[in-house]
Structure formats: structure tokens, C-alpha cells
């Protein structure tokens, strides 16, 4: 099997903990702990992965390699030399994380439009298989029309993620194979521009928001209330970081992105509203990149008992979505070798806070996780076929 | 639909919970929470359920009604009327409930073989459809063998759970239609002496220990982890309560034979071993019915990362249980019409700790209720054909 | 002893729950649980208190009694009859609660200047020895200077809070021994503007923010590590409720006004900075009165080992605020009657978040607690002395 | 300052834990973070404290070093090479330990005798000024009268820390100033044969049962309510640890031991009986030396409304015993060189589970503090003076 070469959008530490998690993996040094189809033969291995390219716009980073990035910056032990050969490359900032860090962007002091084509060129060169974007979180609304998206990038009046993945589009279009992987609330694959668009040109795109967490979790404990038809009366999901994600969402409008892909869960799992709470509560340094969930629930049972729920988590959520990457390369590339292009929600399903494409519901992941396998299997059985196909 | 009479073993809190909410259920004065299939339409309906008898060994209970039991001895309010009608009748207690409370059953002061003839008399009288068994746990070897349970019946060496299922058995042999259904640990749908003499006789047997509280939740947390490929390094599940079920296990060898039932379970659904400590702990008379459970989880995560999961729960077992018996009574009678005998895992991998036939295993409780509801649509299919078929 | 007349500010919750209880204690229906020093005979008794006024600005409860307020508003059963001598007056709002319920208030369609005199003649009435300050939370900085105060209440730059304290100033400097207990975080007890006048006339402030949730348990916990010279390297203090309280502090500028009261309380008891995150988190409307605390802590033990502790708690805070209230007016009646004004350190440390006076410490409540006792029991000693005194 | 000698009964992972951060925090390698005097000036210092012997039965330790147990046994990193000195010896295991581990003890294979005066000289010649008891927890009753324990030992009756103790008082019967620091269960200083003996001798005796984990939290927490008059209604603490400690307690007879002294504190401090239950709950292999702790507390507020508590502990409790023999070891000193013998109570209250003399009361351990503070400045006060004489 050739290599999927994969350009990551965002040298933060969930793509740092994913590249050197994955270089590690390929030398055996570590068990496949935290990549959910790691004993799976899907037609696409782990050592098959190759990150040729990254991008980012924080000045502390760019220049600097992933492997200088992983120890220096994040502390990490045990980081594979062979990251010293990916260069972080500077990214598009638009205007978006000013104030969070030092800004080096192809777009600071240039015309936009010059550092537009240097972007494109700079991906183009990189001949990715899969883009995986991992940006810092931000607020958009979907364009629905390619129409509209096309006009709002003319004007200069869309986020980076939302920028990204249409030079992706654009790629696509020429005629490139490539699959673009949000992970970040940013509505991509809930947004019927692009997913109709990379539908029309063969490629792919997965999303939203990479569900690792505290939320998975709880669309199982849900999913086991419903089952036995006990009424949920309330919810809350607190939960509390020390990362800069954490930091960054003290901004209100940050914060208002994460809550649209999480709220909605509750009621698409339990097939009613409830009263619920579930959004990202506050930021302690001390917490480092570990998370503290807490979560209370309360249902009422048979013949009008009340009982209660609580659950705490002590968790390291960039690890679990550095995990999720390893397999969401493979099944990008095994869906865009199979012909299928646009989005497809068996996959996003498992993976992802806000499946696309627009208006999935959430479901438990357990359940999720029967779909994902039975996709798998499917694509498995006609790989010799390889037809041409939209899922969308 | 004609009634499903039912004739309950043990006139404990669970099956006057049960009866209470039955009856409240079918006047309309509550909502059917915490019975699974309450919304499913499966041939058998919430009001066809008819509870004809109860048996119990407890002199303060025998020969009061269950309307009595349910206002005086467990002070619960709302209690239909209707409940008058069910007078408890004493039950064989052979020894085994000795000092948990003063006892008035048939084999007291009487020939046993006398008080045989007389329960198995009384039973056939009721005749009813289904046996609920919920009597105070105690713990038995399975028998494997027709034979060598009719052996012990013989020389007395036997449990009363395993003595009232051989009396259905009997039953079951004189041609009459019966589901038992054993909700304590007792090996009963986890005996081939059970199962293979039931499905050689045309009756069903459902089982072993109802599954409501911390075990199926623990259960789907753990595929849950499993599915993600995290790597669970040790659980711990501490419980705690204020019944007499709780009481009870403060005697060793009641709480081995909880025991056994809980802990298959980590093994059955990681597929690999790992240190776990799953027991009923002690008994706090403050909790009362409530219990107290306590789950720790760690596990490794993607680059070796650990993780933790502690969950807290305050429930009310015996409400949850009682909301199972609904459906439990309806699936029986639904097999036994749809001609389904022995024992069926369909059914018992959603409701048991243990489910049977021997050497089942234990699956996440979402995974098991996709299969009852496919084992139910299966049955609502061919309910016209009716064709006699064991499932064992 | 004669009578303690108490008029109450606020009709929300908690001083609803404070009226019944206290009736109902009276007369010996319930146990004094809650109210902590109910077995110290302080020289003032629960029996002696007497609810004489009460004061709100919500057009809801304006005009109607206790007695149905706490029925109907509040859903409570068992309301002693004698709260409907209570009838509920308008007060003072000022702009401050608007959009949160339909407003019926004094200086609603009136001259502010008219308003204030009519209220200070209610109160004037109403002769009461204790005010009891439980209205809504709002933001507001300290005068520091009498002079400030009163230029601010010529100009309206004050908040009602600090109206009512300052028309209480009014009484006292005509004389009246009158003692202003302040529930909510509104620096009264923490502004000298207030205590040196209170000093200066003779009457009492006890305050600011009564502490009966999480925030006192913490503070013991703290001082529990900090006794053991544990390092404490960070605390998390999520909590989520679903009365009015949480809803109004939505509103940004009110959950600032908490969480001053509640952050300082780390470092003032540990000694040094630690990070640290203290504020109410959010609204639930299920959670009802209840409220869910979740509190992480982590620690440095002996030779470098890490440790956590984690806290959940399912709480009742108006009762607990209410229980204490039955003590407040106690004390703040014997410290009146033995001559000490201004304000009191040794009650404020024990039932206030943010114990006045100014740049006071938080210290643990037990040792609080120590100090409160020995307090009582100085007075005690002195009671027929009777000295003038001011402890400030 | 002279060094104060101390001698170490059990090289298990507490003294390992002890001696490994002494050596470290005495070369200025760690913060003396878990040791509550560390920045009190008591007037013997940690720099003084010198381990000279160190007795332990567990054939894989006899005539090791403390150096090699804590990196080859315990896996310790950054052990100082001092430790090397430091050998352990054989000690007396009267059958206690049997089944636990392979023993090497003096007492194996020779007469009683024997080795009891082998014993007795290895003592009397490392000179100690401190003996910590540290051996396994073993259940034994108190003597009460020294004439009784006299029989005991002739007729060998008495467990290794009663005979260990023994052992120091006929040291102390010859002249030499010993204190005997008990940290397991054992009634020592909860036996008067001791106490007194000791007293008359001229010696002292500190214990029972070091108090670090979650009792001293339960005790701060229990008085937290009480000085709030809550009514606590039941109370679980349920605990669960992966080392030898909670292996060798599923030994019913070593759990009841542990029991024992855990459980009379709820009374203690709240002054009335309520349900609790407290004890060594299980053993879970992956915790290691680990322990994971679970409290449940329900209790009335006012006005009858419940209210709930859950605490959850993941904590290091050798470590935190070894940071208070740091104390231990400098207050016994402190103590002897003051001339005060027999036992502290104000010292065991802080330290100890079962503090003695016999009948002491639990007392919240912030209280316990206040105490201990006091009593340290009192000594202070008086170091000149030296008065010999007895506390008890």
C-alpha cells in the first residue's frame, strides 16, 4: 500500500501528541491503546501514514520542527527523531486568534490575496491524501450554498478553517483525491457547501468537532437511560482545563461554538427535551492539558423513584483525539479509494461531537460503533468493485 | 388478549413494588418508567398482566395481602385496592432463611414430602402463565443433569429457588404452558438440568439475577472503553445498601454467590483480563432501599496516557427491577405463545447478570437491547405461524 | 426576654424557608437541625424572635402574605398559620432587577425622593431590632467614607442593598438599636462607610454573603491539607443550580459579585497562590432549589507524590442559609444588648463568605467556629456589666 | 542538636517511603511538602533525625539495605546512597505473618528465649531514642495491668508489636529515655500495661494507628456538620487499595482490627449514634500502593430538608505516613527531652486513628492541630526548666 500522505492544519498538542503517538506506533515502541480500529484490518495500516506537511500561525512555531515543537514546546519524552524533517509551515490567521498568542501568518503584512496563492501552492506542493484540521476553535455560521461560500471568500468574511477547506475544494476540483478531517466545531461537514461540493469533485469531508471526551460518554450513559425508558430529568456536564483550548474558550463566542455541537445530544439520543447543561465551564492552569468532567443525572424509574447519577473524570482529551486521528487517515483514505466521496455519516457518527452531514442526529456510540464496523465491512467486501459513488 | 396470570415467588420489596406499580400502571396513575418495552407493542399488553398468587416464607407476611404488605411493611403509598385480592401463601423455606427473620412456611413442623404435595398442589391451582422468582439469594451449584436434580429433590439437598423451578418443571411436564422467570443468582437458566428438561417439556426458563443497577451500566461503560481500544488497567464497583437483600450478604456465602454473577462480566466484554473488584460491600440500614455505589475505572489511553472514570450512584434497586418483571412477563408469555422453549439469551442478555444458557456471555446492555428488539420483531413477524421450535 | 423583631428584606426562598421553619420550631414540630448554635443558650431564644416585616419589589409577592407565599410561590407543605400576619411590602428597586420578574416597588412611578421617605418611614414603623438583607445579588463597590455614601444616595449611584443599609444608618443615628444582617455579597459589613457609622451610632453590621454551601466545606478542607502541609496545586469548585439565584447570575455583573466573595478564600487560608476556580457555573432549571457542587483538588504529599480529592455534593442551600438566619438574629440581638457595635469578626468569619470588616481574612470554618463560641461565652460572662463598646 | 537515633520495625513501604524522603529532604531535594510541622521551629529538627536500624521478617528483606528495598523492592527512583548503611535484621514473627510472605526471623528455628535476648541486645545496642512501629497489622486485645503482660510474654500470648513494645519498656526499666512511635492498630498506647509502665519508667509511648487518609477528613468533615447542627443520617466510607496492606486485610481477624479503630470516631465527634460504616473495603491489584476511597454522607438540614455529600479520595497513604513520622520522631524527642512520659494525648489526637490513653476521644483533627500547636509552644515555653513529669 502506498503512503496517505497527510498535511495537518494546527501544530497544537493533540496533532504533536498525533504525530509522535503515530511515529512510535510504526517502531513498536507502544501498544495501539486509544485508536479504536487499531486491530482492524481495514485495507489501510497505521504504518502506511506519513505526515509530509504542517501548518500553523502561532510565531513561536513556525520554522520550528515537530520534533522541536513536541519536546520543547509540550514537554514530551520519547519524541521519534524522524519529526525533525516536518517544518511548520505558516498558516492563514485572518484575524482570529489575535491576542491568544504571537501572530506569524502568511497574511500578516501581504495582500490577502498574494498569501491566498501562496497557501494553495504550498498545499498543493504537499500532495496531501488527507488534511487534518485541528485549529483553534471558532464561531461560523455554514454557507449551505458553494454560491455563497465562494462570494464570502472574495469578501474575505470567513474563518480559517472555513478558508482551509476550500483550497481543499479547490484541489479537489482539479482533480486531487484528497479528504479534508475537521476536527473543530467549525460546521465543514455540517455545511451542505462544502459536502456537496467535494461530493461533486470526488473528494471528502469528515467532521465536526472530534468527540473524545466527556460527551461520548454521555451519549452512552443516555442511551442506556432511554433503553430502559427511565426519565431523564436534568442534566449538567461540567468540565474544566488548563490547555490553551480552555483558555481560549473564556472568549464567549468560542465558547458558544462548542456548545452548539454538544447541547444538541441530549435530545437527539433521548427522543425528548430535557433540561441540560454541557459546555466547556472554565479554565485552571494547574489542570494542564488534563480535563475535570462532572456530570449529574437525574431520571426517574419505575412507579416514580428518583435516583442520581454522578461521574467524574480526570481525562487527557488530546491524547484520546491524537488516537481518533491515526484511524480517521485510514478510513478517509480507505472511503476515498473506494470511490466514496462527499461525507459520510457512519464514520462521523463514532468520531465526531456534531456528525455531518447537516441536521444527523447524534447517536450512542455504542450503537455508532455497529455502524462504523458494519461500514468498514461493506467497503471491505467491494474493494476489488472500487464504482464510483456519492453516500450523499 | 387473555390475562397473564402470574404467581409471584417471595413477597419481598421488588415484587410489591412490582404489583403496586402494576396496577397503578394500568389505571393510568403513572407513567410506565423503567419498564424498557413499555412503548413497544409486542402481542402481550402491560394490562393482560394478572397477578393470581404470592408465596413467602416470612410469618409476618403470610396470610396478609399484598395491600397490606405494600402500606405496612414497606409504607408505601397510593396502593390500589385491587391488591387485596392477593393473599400470601406459605412457601417452602428448607433451612435457608434461618435468622434473617421469623419464618412460616409449609415445611415447617410437617413432612416434607407432605409439603411438596401441597405447594405443588397450590401452584397448579393458580395455574399460572409465568413464575416470578424473587426470594432471598442463596447459593447452589448447578445440577447439569435432569437426573441428579431429581436425585436431590430426592435426598432434599437443594436450594428453594432450584425446588419451586423443579416443581414448575413438573408442571411444565403435565403439558401446562410456564415460564419461570429467576431473578436471584441461582444457577437456574444457567442449569442444563433446567433449561433441557423445560425445553423437552415445552416450558421457558428466563434468568439468572436481574441485571438493573451498576452492572449493566458498568457493562456498557466498558464497551464503551472497549470499542475505543483503551486499555483497562483495573475497575473497582464498592456498593452499599439498606435492605435486607443487603442485609442478607453480610452472610458469606450469599455475597460468593452475588459474586460470581458480577464478575464474569469484565472479562466478557473487554476480552482480555484485567484486575476487577465488583461485590456488594456492606450494609448501611440509613441507605434503606437506596444503594450507594462507588466505580472507579483507569485505563490507558493513546501514548500511554492514563485516564479515570469514577462514577457515583444513588438508585433505587428494587423500583428497577420491579419495572423489568412488566416486560419480563410479557416476553414470557410472547415466547411461550410464539411456541419459543428451553431458555432464550435474547431476552436474558438485556435483563441478567448472568444470562443463561450456561456459558453465555455477557454483552454491553445496548448491544443486547439492539438483540431483544430484534428477537422481538422476529417473533411479531411469524406470530401467526406459531410453530413450535425450541430455542435451546 | 422580650421580643426580637426581625424585618425581613427580600422574599425570596430563602427567607420564606426562614419564616416557616422558625414557626414551626416555635411550636415544636421539627428538630432545630441547621441552626448551629440551637443548643447554646446565648441569652437570646429561637422563641423570642418574632418576623414582624417583610419587604420585596416582585409585583408577584407584593401585597400577599408569608403564609401564601410560601405556599403558593414556593410549594412548601406544613406553613404555620401565623404568616399570614406577614403581609409582603414594596420596596425600594432602583433598576436593578429588571427583566427578571414584573417589578411593583416604591419608586416605581413615583419621586425617588418620596419613595425614600416612605420607606424609611415603613421601617421606621415596623420597629425592628434585626434587618435581614436577602434580596437579589448585585454588583457594587464600597464607599469607604461615610461622606461618599451619602453624596451616592443624593446622586442614586447605589444599589437597594445599599440604600436599605443606609436608611438602617438613619434609624441608628436617631437612636435605634438596630442590627442590619447582610446575606447577599453587596459590601456592607466590607464597606467602613457602614461599620464606622454603625460604630459611631450605636447599631450593629454583621455580613457579607451568608456561607453555607460548598464555600465553608472548602475552607475546612483547605485548612485540613494545609495542616498537613500538603501542596495544594490547584482547586476546581463547579456548581450549578436551579432557582432564581443561579438564573440571575447569568447576568455577567452578578456572578462577578459572587465569585469576589469566593476566591479569596484560597489564599487566605493556605498562605500562598495557588490556581484556582470558584464560581457559581450555571442555571439548571431541574435542579430545582438543590444545587450540584463538584469540587477537585490536587495535592503534593510527602516526597513528591501526587494526590486528589474529589467532592460532590447534592445541597440545600436556602434552608442552610435559612437555619443560620434563626442564629444571626440571635446574636446579632445579644451583641446589641451587651453594648458591642459596629461589626463583629467572630460572627462574620463563621456564617459569612466574605466576613467583614474590610480586608478581614477567611479562615477555616472550625476554627471560626472556636472563635464564635468564645465570643458567646465572653458576652455570657459580661451580660450584667453591660459596657458600651465597640469592637471595631 | 545531638541526632536523635531512630530504629524502624517493618521495612515496608511506609519507613522505606520515611527513610528515602528524609535523606532527600535533609540533602535539600524536595520541599517537605505531608510533613505538618515542617516550618515549625520545635527545637529538634529534621536534619537531626538519623535511622541507625532498621528489623523486618520478611526473608526477602533480611540482611538487604534500605537502599536496595527502595529501589529493587519498591521500585523507588532518586534513593540517596546513605541508605546503604542502613541493613536490615531479622526480627520476632511468632507466626503472625504466616502465608503473607517467606519469613526469616529470629524467632525461626530456635527457642523462644533465644531469641528474645538476641533481640532485646540488638536493640539495646543501636541505642535508640525512637522506635516506629510499622510491622503488620496484627488484632490483639489490651492487657491492661504490666503483670498481665509480664504472663503474657512468659507464656508467648502477645503479638510481635506487643512483645516489640515490651522489648522498649525494659529498656526504659534500665534507664534509657525511649520513646515507642505505634502507627498499626495494636493497642499500645490504648493499653494501660504500657502507658503506665512507661510513665513509671521514665519512657513514652505514642499511638494507635496512624491517621492519614480518609479518616482524618471523615473527623474534619464530621465536625463541620455538627457545628452546624445537621443531623447526619448514615454514613459509608468505603476504601479499596492494591498493596500488602490490603491484601493481608482480607484476613478477617487483621480487618476487624483496622475496624476497630476506625469506626468509633463517628460518634466521637458527632456525639450521638448514627449508622456508619467504615473499614478496608477490598483489594484491587492495579491500584498499588494507591488506595481509592468513596464517603457517603446524607444528613437533615433545616427545616427536614436532606442534603447529600460524596467524597471520592485517590490517594498515597504510605507516603503521607512516612511524611508524619518525620514529626513523630522529633515530638517524641521533643516530649523525652522535656521530661514528659507515659503518653500524649495531644500529640495522639493529631497523628493517630485510635489516639490513646484508652477511652480518648476522636477529635476533629483541626481541633486536634489547635492542641498540638499548643502544646509544642507550651514545651517551648518550658525548655528551660526541664521539670521531669508525667502526662498521664
Do not use: W
Amino acid at each position: 500500500m502506498p503512503e496517505v500522505k497527510t498535511l495537518i492544519l494546527g501544530a497544537g498538542y493533540v496533532t504533536t501528541f498525533f504525530t509522535v503517538g503515530l511515529e512510535r506506533l510504526k517502531r513498536g515502541k507502544i501498544e495501539p491503546y486509544g485508536v479504536p480500529l487499531a486491530s482492524f484490518d481495514i485495507g489501510v495500516d497505521i504504518d502506511d501514514i506519513k505526515v509530509v506537511a504542517c501548518v500553523d500561525v502561532d510565531a513561536r512555531k513556525v520554522g520550528k520542527t515537530m520534533y522541536d515543537i513536541a519536546r520543547e514546546f509540550y514537554k514530551l519524552r520519547n519524541v521519534p527523531r524522524t519529526l525533525k524533517d516536518v517544518v511548520v509551515y505558516p498558516g492563514i490567521e485572518m484575524g482570529f486568534v489575535k491576542g491568544l498568542f504571537p501572530v506569524n501568518s502568511l497574511d500578516y503584512g501581504r495582500s490577502f490575496q498574494r498569501s491566498v496563492e501562496e497557501m494553495y501552492e504550498f498545499i498543493g506542493k504537499a500532495e496531501p491524501d488527507v488534511i487534518v484540521d485541528a485549529t483553534t476553535t471558532q464561531y461560523a455560521e455554514p454557507f449551505n450554498e458553494y454560491r455563497l461560500l465562494e462570494k464570502a471568500v472574495m469578501e474575505r468574511r470567513l474563518t480559517p478553517t472555513q478558508f482551509y477547506a476550500y483550497l481543499a475544494l479547490k484541489l479537489m476540483e482539479e482533480g486531487k483525491q484528497i479528504s479534508y478531517v475537521n476536527l473543530i466545531p467549525t460546521p465543514i461537514a455540517n455545511d451542505y457547501a462544502y459536502i456537496s461540493a467535494a461530493g461533486k469533485f470526488g473528494g471528502l469531508v469528515l467532521g465536526d468537532d472530534g468527540a473524545t471526551g466527556a460527551t461520548p460518554l454521555t451519549a452512552d450513559i443516555l442511551e442506556h437511560l432511554r433503553e430502559r425508558n427511565r426519565r431523564v430529568l436534568g442534566l449538567a456536564q461540567l468540565n474544566i482545563g488548563g490547555n490553551s483550548d480552555f483558555k481560549s474558550l473564556l472568549d464567549e463566542k468560542r465558547n458558544r461554538a462548542k456548545e452548539y455541537t454538544k447541547s444538541s445530544i441530549v435530545e437527539d439520543i433521548l427522543g425528548y427535551y430535557t433540561p441540560s447543561y454541557i459546555k466547556p465551564t472554565g479554565f485552571l492552569s494547574s489542570l494542564g492539558d488534563k480535563k475535570f468532567v462532572s456530570m449529574h443525572i437525574e431520571y426517574t424509574s419505575f412507579n416514580g423513584v428518583k435516583d442520581e447519577i454522578i461521574v467524574n473524570m480526570r481525562i487527557n482529551d488530546s491524547p484520546a483525539l491524537a488516537g481518533y486521528i491515526v484511524d480517521l487517515v485510514r478510513l478517509a483514505k480507505l472511503a476515498l479509494n473506494a470511490g466514496i466521496c462527499g461525507t459520510i455519516y457512519d464514520i462521523n457518527a463514532f468520531y465526531m461531537k456534531k456528525p455531518g452531514p447537516p441536521n444527523s442526529k447524534n447517536i450512542a456510540r455504542i450503537l455508532a460503533f455497529e455502524r462504523l464496523i458494519s461500514f468498514v465491512k461493506t467497503i471491505a467486501d467491494r474493494r476489488q468493485l472500487n464504482v464510483q459513488q456519492s453516500m450523499f
